[in-house]
């Protein structure tokens, strides 16, 4: 056996993966989390959170086109964008792209992520954190957002799974999206991820739940998916609007919008792969219509590792 | 750690995928590969061929539905229908839930791999192997169609992946393909299962080289995708015609042509993921886009296993 | 990878061992435990209790031989042996083949373990269970010796560890051994596996605390070692003695004693060996020497698993 | 699962060891070999190379024991030894605290493995480089005694398994301990490690070729084991003599000659370890007596991996 070093993530007591490391660029654990930096066989350079893979150079583009585009492309000119956590720089990477942004608050709460991803996977930020129209703080979101009553066309929440005694299960609560409605501007929309999209085991809880939880405080909420190979299962994601009728697939001319609106091509994204993300297999919106579970503050959610 | 007895597939010498074993069923080496029918954690009970997961009880109906309904609507009115491998049944249940066909000819080679799923298996094949409308037979389904005349309104290829040493890797190449069109009737269609649809490593390869030689070989051909959980990655199919001008998406009126023409109701198919499984991301068509391989009989692909 | 099937125990949470399963004879959840009887690549067949191997058929010899000859050659005539648990019937082959032995009876708990392995694991008791001089009794073996006044020249405790919630765990306390000292005829001896003979970690903790459990009720008591590869660590051992003064390193008759006292030939066991079991290295030494704790009924001890 | 990085062994096609990795402190490929220098759990810092543990600090101490000081107390009175390989210099460190070697002369092919143990593992070699009697050589130790006339009292072949396309595997054959022959005076003594120490399927063959291999060369060798427990196996060692009749377990005042001859105290060797480790178990002493085969230049022995 060629390979020795191995990544192991567990996605439920029954089931795992693992990538060989090739090689160590950076570990250690943070004043919130445990932080690697490393080279995996075929996916490249990854950035892993709490041990559970946050994106790999060979398939981030997948995960970051899908988070940003689409919330973006459906405003119709979305000047000022606030992203929650979003740590490696790649989301802020694909907001920059849009002619259209002014401003960009990026608030995550680990400094040393973001200054160890900002040294070492400059392939995934490409000097995003330099762009004079970026504002970066180093605090929780939530008291950040709490605190400050500026106000959003577009938040963005990226952010890693609610794992006990991680950093972000607070910011998936139905009070969080309260906060985050609450700062938007009108027309406004938000989009986050929601963990896997399955219908086995345990799997699929967050997605479903998160889907409830803002149908809760939301008037328009859209679920879509996209299949990022390194999470080895498929992801799933929400778009949320305070405004009622918001219909992603009803977007017929994401190709023209990406032409005029967006610097440089993109790889994931277009009109088909927009229609396709959004047309969820019917197992998946059965699923997310029977979910009743609502994630609150004091009835948060965690998620497996 | 509760779990002590595992399934371990690799995907690549660089990535795996593990699921614990709840109960040994049956296993034996059979005259063409190895043959386990086991119960797994949260999947419950599986086939395995040659150490590749075929189909588990908790998400065989979305690769199954995957298979049958796409190329058995888009014909209009589909009578004799041909299954090339499908051992455990469940591709046969799905054909003979289709109302207007007459006869399901299935050719397996492996007569013990669809005797023991007969009998351990049941909740896969619901008694289908039982229904007079089938004619089943053990041989090679290459040789089967070029002794025989008989033509077929759809022909289903259901077989694993071309493994080195395994029966199927001659069910892959131009030369085959050419055989299952001269069986075809006017109109009629193929569908197959085409690997893993990634963009990583060489992951992709199956997927990318079958639609290629099946492009050269019938004039019109459709790729699609879907995600079964149990396969880690998310899984390519082809459709193919002899006629030209065939496109899955312009087919509006699935849920018409569910009610009409299938009997029960589905768990997966259905006009939205219709739409959703026929659109794909951007990198993937692009991956298949720039395919040159031509699969032959002297030059065929395997995977890697 | 041409095996994908693997059984994998962890040594503690920072370490573990696999192995390929080659074949399912038999797998269920008994009264008391999970039971496997597998055929393991290398190691051929296997018993598998609560997830830990408990023996398998290349190498299930040293550990039988080492836990039934050196009590029984240092008595002088043993004719009446009590086993505790021995499931598979292989520490009751050894005994049987002392000529001195005129009964044998053995206590475990789990009829279905015994019954299973009589049927499937031939290789292992070689028809002991059906000789005159065995009795066989399925109770609790402490309940059994408790209520039974009736006494032994050797007892062989031979039970897998003491996990949380398995059967075990009370008779490895300070309470027991006094039960069997209470049953031991003068002269007499008791033989018992004490778990894994290590320095790493937590690893080494059952057999230094058993041992100086047992000092605390036996004026003799001696620790010694066997590598049983399938183990994957050293093992450990100890014999204790209601008379002071016991010294296995004394015996150098074994040779002769085997000849005349054993049946058949032994793989394992002979003078060189039987010096080589007794010779403790240092730090293992060390580490027993410096344990102060003291197993009891309201302090058990659990090993990890 | 607290653990997600792991490092992980295949002692053959079988049966594999995996243990977690803590840190990571360096890793490269040198102009010879994979070199990883990794904090593991429980075992602390190690050195890898081609994937295959060489040492850790928990439990280094046995290995190095084993291997120095039974050959340096054998010899009435060493002063000048020779190391072949040694690479993280525990070897050397243990052969300068005898106070009769005037010369410890080194020669590891391998710079950037000493200069990088140097640098990370001073717990291991604890400034035995600095030593002035040291001389330290970075070549092909082969090729270093065949062109070099002096003599030694003791030789320590203390090299990595010969894997194919590794830097060991000419340092294993008969020719090689000729030449090792020829470079000893007399008294003089050489001692290895030579592999597992296992019945299991091919897992003892270097041990006992080795042995076989020796005994070729040498009128007397001794075969020895010690445990190593991050080696998940018993270890094999040899010992040999251009003089007849040495016999390691007629040393019986060990505890005397470390007080007089060895500086500090040892945690794993004395008088009881060292009957321990020559007292092979019999099924260990029976492969080794019918081993027939010669390691050769032209027909090397290659270990798993």
Chains 1, 2, 3, 4 share one sequence.
């Not at 396709?276 to 009743?292: D, N, V, Y």
């Amino acid at each position: 056996m060629k390979n020795y070093r191995w990544l192991t993530e567990l996605l439920s007591p029954e089931e795992g993966h693992f990538v060989s490391i090739r090689e160590f660029l950076f570990s250690t654990t943070t004043e919130y989390q445990s932080l690697d930096i490393l080279e995996l066989g075929d996916y490249g350079k990854c950035l892993v959170l709490d041990g559970r893979l946050q994106s790999t150079l060979e398939d981030e583009f997948i995960y970051h086109e899908a988070l940003v585009h689409p919330p973006l492309l459906l405003h119709p000119n979305p000047e000022r964008v606030f992203i929650v956590g979003g740590g490696e720089g790649a989301t802020l990477r694909e907001v920059l792209r849009h002619r259209s942004v002014r401003k960009a608050l990026m608030v995550d709460i680990d400094r040393e992520v973001v200054s160890r991803c900002k040294e070492l996977l400059p392939e995934f930020h490409q000097g995003s954190f330099d762009d004079p129209r970026v504002v970066l703080e180093f605090t929780d979101a939530r008291r950040y957002l709490e605190e400050n009553p500026e106000t959003f066309d577009v938040i963005l929440i990226d952010i890693s799974e609610p794992v006990e005694e991680g950093p972000a299960y607070l910011l998936f609560t139905r009070e969080f999206y309260q906060v985050v409605k609450d700062r938007l501007n009108r027309p406004g929309l938000i989009a986050l991820q929601a963990g896997a999209a399955t219908c086995i085991g345990a799997g699929g809880e967050c997605f479903s739940a998160v889907h409830n939880t803002l149908e809760s405080v939301f008037p328009s909420v859209s679920a879509y998916m996209a299949s990022v190979p390194s999470f080895s299962i498929p992801w799933g994601f929400c778009l949320a609007s305070p405004e009622p009728g918001l219909d992603p697939l009803s977007l017929r001319d994401v190709d023209d919008l990406i032409r005029s609106r967006i610097q440089g091509s993109l790889r994931f994204y277009d009109q088909l792969t927009h229609q396709g993300m959004f047309s969820l297999p019917k197992h998946i919106r059965t699923r997310l219509a029977e979910e009743q579970r609502l994630i609150e503050d004091n009835a948060p959610l965690f998620t497996y590792r």
